[in-house]
């Protein structure tokens, strides 16, 4: 039995993404603006959102694909240190759309230890899904140059648990959010995983999208955390 192709060998086809490894930015954030570093972001994961969802840019099944994606990549740059990650997806004749996106950086543990402290992996994962949760949660703004506000795990796990499924992995733990219902599992692997099922898209994402953040920002500021979501956060 010979090899299977390698990474950005197979041709995939109009319903199906391959794996495809997504670069880090090469932006000098001394000289350049942020935004710049975003719009890098925006380019690569624009296409892939437009095959998954099978619709025009405007179209807001598409929106919703391109918020997932876009927001997906950003935080694994801007807080797993590694330099690459991987993306799949499938989108199947029924309309059920699956989606996975692999790094092999720090692990979520180790970001968020940056500002909380951490019993175990599954307690940070069980963190990183809740609002303003975030590893510059309690750096300075002079050092979050991102502008990280901690919604991006939280509006996907809330969105997508809500219409399908939800997986986060990274370390030794892995959560699976479907419905109300969070299971935990344990399953080691040197990096972060997120894995989303979309078995049907909301008809007004954008209208959702502002309805969870704004449950978000509530919460986050009941249990202590005064933060907004950032722009990024909120454009869908």
Same mark, same amino acid.
């Given at each position: 039995m010979g090899e299977g192709n390698e990474v950005g060998e197979a041709s995939g086809s109009v319903t199906y993404l391959p794996i495809t490894k997504i670069q880090k930015p090469i932006v000098d954030l001394q000289t350049q603006n942020v935004q710049e570093w975003y719009d890098e972001i925006i380019s690569q994961t624009r296409r892939f959102a437009n095959l998954l969802s099978g619709t025009h840019e405007d179209a807001q099944e598409n929106k919703l694909y391109h918020y997932a994606l876009r927001e997906i990549v950003r935080n694994v740059f801007e807080h797993s240190l590694a330099d690459e990650c991987?993306?799949?997806?499938?989108?199947?004749?029924?309309?059920?759309? =699956?989606?996975?996106?692999?790094? =092999?950086?720090?692990?979520? *543990?180790?970001?968020? =230890?940056?500002?909380?402290?951490?019993?175990?992996?599954?307690?940070?994962? &069980?963190?990183?899904?809740?609002?303003?949760?975030?590893?510059?949660?309690?750096?300075?703004?002079?050092?979050?140059?991102?502008?990280?506000?901690?919604?991006?795990?939280?509006?996907? =796990? &809330?969105?997508?648990? *809500?219409?399908?499924?939800?997986?986060?992995? *990274?370390?030794?733990?892995?959560?699976? *959010?479907?419905?109300?219902?969070?299971?935990? &599992?344990?399953?080691?692997?040197?990096?972060?995983?997120?894995?989303?099922?979309?078995?049907?898209?909301?008809? &007004?994402?954008?209208?959702?999208?502002?309805d969870i953040i704004t449950e978000g920002e509530r919460d986050a500021e009941v249990s202590g955390i005064k933060t907004t979501a950032s722009g990024m956060s909120r454009l869908s």
């Open positions: 991987y993306l799949c997806g499938q989108r199947w004749a029924n309309g059920r759309v =699956e989606v996975a996106v692999i790094d =092999e950086g720090v692990g979520i *543990s180790s970001s968020l =230890e940056r500002s909380f402290k951490i019993k175990s992996e599954m307690d940070a994962l &069980q963190m990183a899904i809740k609002p303003g949760v975030s590893c510059t949660t309690q750096v300075s703004e002079t050092k979050n140059i991102y502008g990280n506000s901690g919604f991006g795990l939280f509006v996907l =796990e &809330q969105l997508f648990s *809500s219409f399908g499924w939800f997986m986060l992995g *990274s370390g030794s733990a892995k959560i699976v *959010s479907q419905g109300k219902n969070i299971n935990e &599992q344990y399953l080691n692997f040197d990096g972060t995983y997120i894995g989303l099922r979309l078995n049907r898209p909301p008809k &007004q994402f954008s209208g959702i999208l502002s």
